[in-house]
């Protein structure tokens, strides 16, 4: 075992991170960043298209584990995509240097500000719409793609064809910011550069135009030279040290994800980032295995964001559907946001197998009726979520009726070939909570009864935020990063 020193470390390199990194290396302070998966760009391995999953496909499993059409085995590999199984619920999540960033869809969207402020009464919503969310899109590289170039592009065709039949069936639809480079594909149409998104590239990460965290926030921290990322590092639990800086235990892991080394790296100040499921699971493990003392609410508030997929079947089937060949990068909603009796915002998502099915795929965020609680299961090792159909049955509501009012005014039937019954209650791409900001932390992310420990990611936020949700945690890891350096590092 290699014992080592650090002044400050931070766990996981995903939105939360890579701001904590960025805004404390420009202060000239030296950051180690762990992560488990695989810094990719320096590995030189390739991301793989979804109708040809490789490497890159699963975070060392024998199958695909994409939402459906999983017909594909594969060798076991530290890749990007990961999903944690529960009873009720299925959480995906990345793995990898940039964490979500080389997994998501790159939509970039700021939350309403009425809901924004539902959320998080106690702060300052107007400074977050005037400066951490402007703040936020720059350095994330959001853009938005040309009507000119979506109008003719035969990509989007399943984009045209979803707003067209939205706008029939009486909804309103908006155009979605995103973080690929709309630039870069249309080059990518033209042939001038490789295709990516028009290649069928996105959940198992893409060669070119998207910007990642790595091409983002990343790069402009390594460019400090202050900034030390170690990859394949994955923390096993953590521990308080009476002086109250933190022992860290790691195994070192081989893209087979086999043990090659045990390392224990002490910390003055820790950063825990290693995303909603990720922090969670650090926190409560290590209560249970090293007395790490916690404060009650950790595990509280947790939420799926309202995320619920649905499909229809025989969109257009006659007139060719919804199209072969499909971007991968969404650029349309429908914001059904305001509506009293069924409120939600629909992401009008891609299919990108090769294949004319003619399906219309769509993921729901809702609003949250009631909280799920992560617990951890010492015997079990694993983590207990206590979540059931009661949480999603209003979500479920809110997928008939926007199913119906779609099939009225358009044909169609609901897509039994995507889910059973057509409804995937169960696919989470936006947990949230369980760690939140003002509850189980202070106001700024430091964890209650500790001076040197920080959460700073998507568990910060209770469990809903109304639209995806990387900006929103991108802006307030700004803002707490830029408290905690003022107060903390003088
Ligand atoms: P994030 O999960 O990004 O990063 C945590 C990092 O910590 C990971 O790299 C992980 O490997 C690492 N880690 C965890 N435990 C560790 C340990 N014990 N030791 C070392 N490292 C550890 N959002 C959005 O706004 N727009 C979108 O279009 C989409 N689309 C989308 C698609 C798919 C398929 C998924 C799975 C998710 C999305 N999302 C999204 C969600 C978005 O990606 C997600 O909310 C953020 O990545 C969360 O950021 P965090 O900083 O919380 O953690």
Not at 38 to 46: I, P, Q
Not at 71 to 90: A, M, P, Q, S, Y
Not at 366 to 378: A, I, M, P
């Amino acid at each position: 075992t290699e014992m080592i020193d650090k002044e400050v470390v931070i766990i996981g390199s995903g939105y939360g991170g890579s701001v904590a990194a960025l805004r404390l290396c420009e202060k000239g302070i030296p950051v180690t960043l762990l992560e488990m998966g695989l810094n990719w760009e320096k590995s030189g391995e390739k991301f793989s298209p979804m109708i040809n999953p490789g490497h890159s496909a699963a975070w060392l499993k024998t199958k695909t584990i994409a939402p459906f059409f999983n017909l594909f085995n594969l060798d076991k590999f530290t890749g990007t995509l990961d999903r944690l199984d529960f009873e009720h619920i299925k959480v995906w999540v990345g793995r990898g240097v940039g964490g979500g960033s080389l997994v998501n869809g790159g939509m970039a969207v700021t939350p309403k500000k009425e809901y924004f402020k539902e959320i998080f009464p106690n702060l300052d919503t107007e400074k977050f719409y005037s400066h951490y969310f402007p703040l936020a899109n720059k350095e994330l590289k959001t853009n938005v793609a040309s009507e000119e170039f979506l109008k003719d592009c035969h990509f989007y065709k399943f984009n045209r064809v979803g707003e067209e039949e939205a706008h029939k069936a009486g909804f309103k639809t908006v155009r979605v910011p995103n973080v690929y480079d709309f630039n870069y594909m249309e080059k990518e149409y033209k042939e001038e550069v490789p295709r990516s998104a028009l290649a069928g590239e996105v959940i198992y990460g893409n060669n070119h135009g998207k910007n990642s965290l790595d091409k983002t926030y990343l790069k402009k921290a390594t460019a400090t030279g202050k900034l030390e990322i170690l990859d394949l590092h994955q923390v096993n639990h953590i521990s308080q040290n009476p002086d109250k800086s933190y022992t860290i235990d790691i195994s070192v892991i081989n893209t087979k994800g086999e043990e090659i080394q045990h390392k224990i790296i002490n910390a003055k100040k820790l950063i825990l980032s290693a995303g909603t499921m990720g922090s969670i699971e650090l926190l409560l493990k290590s209560s249970a295995k090293t007395q790490l003392p916690i404060d009650e609410n950790v595990g509280k508030e947790w939420g799926n964001n309202g995320n619920f997929m649905t499909g229809r079947n025989w969109v257009k089937a006659f007139s060719g559907g919804t199209g072969f060949k499909q971007s991968t990068i969404p650029v349309g909603g429908i914001d059904h946001w305001e509506d009293k009796e069924h409120p939600f915002f629909v992401e009008i998502a891609p299919l990108p197998m090769g294949l004319n099915v003619a399906t219309a795929l769509y993921l729901m965020v809702n609003k949250l009726k009631k909280f799920g609680e992560v617990k951890y299961d010492l015997k079990a090792q694993k983590l207990d979520l206590n979540w059931d159909q009661s949480h999603t049955a209003h979500m479920k509501d809110n997928a008939k009726h926007f199913l119906r009012t779609m099939n009225n005014a358009n044909g169609g039937t609901r897509s039994h070939i995507l889910f059973h019954n057509g409804f995937g209650a169960d696919v989470c791409y936006h947990p949230l909570g369980g760690i939140v900001l003002g509850k189980a932390t202070d106001q700024f992310g430091r964890l209650n009864g500790h001076q040197n420990l920080y959460v700073i990611d998507g568990s910060l936020i209770p469990g809903t935020i109304g639209v995806n949700p990387f900006v929103t945690i991108t802006a307030i890891a700004e803002y707490c990063m830029e408290e905690i350096i003022k107060k903390d590092f003088v």
